[in-house]
């Protein structure tokens, strides 16, 4: 068994029956869900926001990770405290420059959540280098975010080992996360390199197996 978290990013859900789903994240015995927040300007779509996560709160006991896809994250942090987010995810692209980085990660923190950067594709993950003795998490972006269901980007796996290394080496304890394409054997191969959290979408949710999926994931 593996020891690796798996966040179910309910992007993958069925919205119609959203409280079965919920409950078949907790039957599994998975403790983290993931909730992907859409502006439609720093991406293309519009998921969900802040009140939709505050109207369901109260109903989920479960890690929420949060990652926003937003333009301009400082200014919802709070808003994202008060609708229980337990980690909160930003994008570093979404920031004009290092300053603005450490601020979101700072404000994060004083409103009580756990902080998580993003990095797309397309960003060199040394980016992220400078704030990890700051940060709780990061989550490597192995697909174009914006869009469940895509396939898994392979050079995401070198950005992984990087971003492992780098961590060993300052000794800093941040969890790696990888989202987007993550199957069994995507997973297992983001396990391998040194991730600690994999979000699944599709992969988990719209099929009859759900625990079955679930397990292999963690094998
Ligand atoms: C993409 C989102 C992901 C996505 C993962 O912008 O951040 O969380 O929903 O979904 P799958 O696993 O279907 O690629
Ligand atoms: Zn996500």
Known sequence: MKNVIISPSVLGADFLNFGKEVQKIKDAGIKWIHFDVMDGRFVKNI??????????NSQIDLVKDVHIMIEN?????EKFAECGADYLTFHYEA??????VFKVIDKIHECGMKAGISVKPGTPVAKVFPFLHS???????????????????????????ALRNKINEEKVSVLISVDGGINDVTGADCVTVGADVLVVGQYLFGHEDFEERYTRLIK
């Not at 998921?47 to 369901?56: A, C, P, Q, T, Y």
């Not at 994250?73 to 942090?77: I, T």
């Not at 869009?147 to 995401?156: A, C, M, P, R, T």
């Open 73 to 77: 994250p400082l200014s919802m942090v």
């Open 135 to 161: 940060l709780d998490l990061v989550l490597i972006m192995s697909v174009e975010p914006g869009l469940g269901g895509q396939k898994f980007i392979d050079l995401s796996l070198n950005k992984i080992s």
């Open 95 to 100: 920031c004009k420059d290092d300053v603005e």
């Open 47 to 56: 998921s969900f926001g802040n009140l939709f996560l505050e109207r369901i």
